[in-house]
C-alpha cells in the first residue's frame, strides 16, 4: 500500500514493522486501571494522549477523516500494533547503546524535505498537525531502528558460494533474456513524403541524416534510434516488421496510427541466458534481501515472545478517534 505525501511522512515506521495485524497483544490482556494509559510495552507506558493524538493525526490523512467507531477500530489496532514494535525495537536499541547523532537527524530531515517542493514542506508539516520537533523524534527512531538492524540482525547474514549458484539454478528463468533489436525508425505524416524518403534511401541517403531531417517523432534528433527492445515493448505493428528484417535491412513504408514509418534495424541480439559469473552480485543481493528480512523477522518474533505486554483494552475501546483537543498546528 502506497501512502500519499503527508502520510508516509507522518508516519517513517510504518505497518512494515509489524509482524501482522492482530498481533498487537500476545500476551494475557490486563486491564490498567490508569485510563490514560493505552498500554504497557516490558514496563514502558504508551499514554493515551499520545496515542489519541497520533491516531488523529493518522485518521485527518484518509479520505473520510469522520468516521464511526466501528470504522475507526482497525486504524486503532494497526495503530497499537505500530507502537507496540516500535517501542520493542527502540528499547532493543538502547540495551545495545544504540544512538544517532544530531548530524544524522539533520541529514535526515533535509532528505525528508528534499522531497517536497521548497516551502511546501512546512506546509505539509502543518497539514499533519507536526511540529519540527516532533519530526525529529520520530527521525531519531527511525535512524535508530535502522542502526539496530545493521549491527544486530543484518551483520550477522551471509551467505555462500554454494548458495549463489543454487538460488542461481533455481531461478534460471528470470535470467533469460529474450530476442532483442536495435532499429532506428523515420515518421512522416503522408504516404507521398514516405514513399519520397524510401526512394532517397534507396538511392544511398543516410538513414540517420533523413530521421534528422524529416522526422517527426522524438527520437528523429538522434537520428532515429530506438535502442535495443525485445518484443512486447513497441507497439506490435513495430516488431511485426523489425523481428523480420536483417541488420542493415530497411522496411517498406509501415502505417500506424503514428503516421508512416520506414525502419532499419541497426543490430540484433538471439535470446540468451546470461551466465553465472554475469549475474552473480544480482544474485547475491537478492539472495541477501531475502536471508535480511527472514532474519528481521525471526529478531522481531523474539522480541515479541519475551516481552511483557499489556493493553488496556478499557481504555482502547474509549478512544473514537478525535482527541478531546485536536493538537496545535505546526510552527
Not at 493524538?53 to 497499537?80: C, G, I, M
Not at 528499547?91 to 544504540?98: K, L, T, Y
Not at 503516421?259 to 540468451?272: D, I, M, Q, S, T
Request: one cysteine or more; charged letters at 30%.
Amino acid at each position: 500500500m502506497r501512502f500519499p505525501p503527508t502520510r508516509a511522512l507522518l508516519f517513517p515506521l510504518t505497518l512494515a514493522l509489524c509482524l501482522g495485524a492482530g498481533a498487537a497483544c500476545n500476551k494475557p490482556v490486563k486491564e490498567d486501571p490508569d485510563a490514560s494509559v493505552v498500554a504497557t510495552v516490558n514496563g514502558e507506558v504508551l499514554g493515551r494522549e499520545e496515542f489519541e493524538r497520533e491516531l488523529w493525526r493518522e485518521l485527518a490523512t484518509t479520505e473520510s477523516p469522520q468516521r464511526t467507531p466501528e470504522e475507526v477500530e482497525p486504524f486503532k489496532r494497526a495503530l497499537l500494533d505500530t507502537y507496540i514494535h516500535r517501542m520493542l525495537l527502540l528499547q532493543a536499541a538502547r540495551q545495545h547503546n544504540i544512538t544517532v547523532t544530531p548530524e544524522e537527524v539533520d541529514r535526515g530531515v533535509l532528505r525528508l524535505s528534499g522531497d517536497y517542493p521548497a516551502g511546501n514542506f512546512n506546509e505539509v508539516l502543518a497539514q499533519g498537525q507536526l511540529s519540527m520537533a516532533e519530526l525529529r523524534m520520530r527521525e531519531t527512531s527511525r535512524l535508530t531502528i535502522e542502526k539496530l538492524f545493521a549491527s544486530h540482525v543484518y551483520s550477522r547474514v551471509a551467505v555462500t558460494e554454494e548458495e549463489l549458484r543454487a538460488w542461481y539454478t533455481a531461478n534460471e528463468a528470470d535470467f533469460h533474456e529474450a530476442e532483442q533489436v536495435h532499429a532506428a525508425q523515420i515518421v512522416v505524416k503522408g504516404l507521398d513524403e514516405a514513399r519520397r524518403l524510401q526512394a532517397q534511401l534507396k538511392a544511398g541517403k543516410q538513414f540517420s541524416d533523413l530521421a534528422r531531417r524529416y522526422s517527426l517523432s522524438a527520437d528523429g534528433k538522434v537520428g532515429g534510434d530506438l535502442g535495443f527492445f525485445p518484443r512486447g515493448q513497441m507497439p506490435p505493428a513495430f516488431d511485426e516488421v523489425v523481428f523480420k528484417l536483417g541488420v542493415g535491412q530497411v522496411s517498406d513504408v509501415v502505417s500506424t496510427e503514428y503516421g508512416y514509418h520506414l525502419f532499419r534495424v541497426l543490430e540484433r541480439k538471439p535470446a540468451r541466458k546470461r551466465e553465472f559469473a554475469e549475474v552473480r552480485q544480482v544474485v547475491e543481493a537478492k539472495l541477501l534481501e531475502k536471508k535480511r528480512a527472514e532474519a528481521q523477522e525471526a529478531f522481531e518474533k523474539e522480541l515479541r515472545q519475551k516481552a511483557q505486554v499489556q493493553v488496556n483494552e478499557a481504555t482502547v475501546q474509549a478512544i473514537r478517534g478525535r482527541p478531546a483537543a485536536p493538537p496545535q498546528a505546526a510552527k
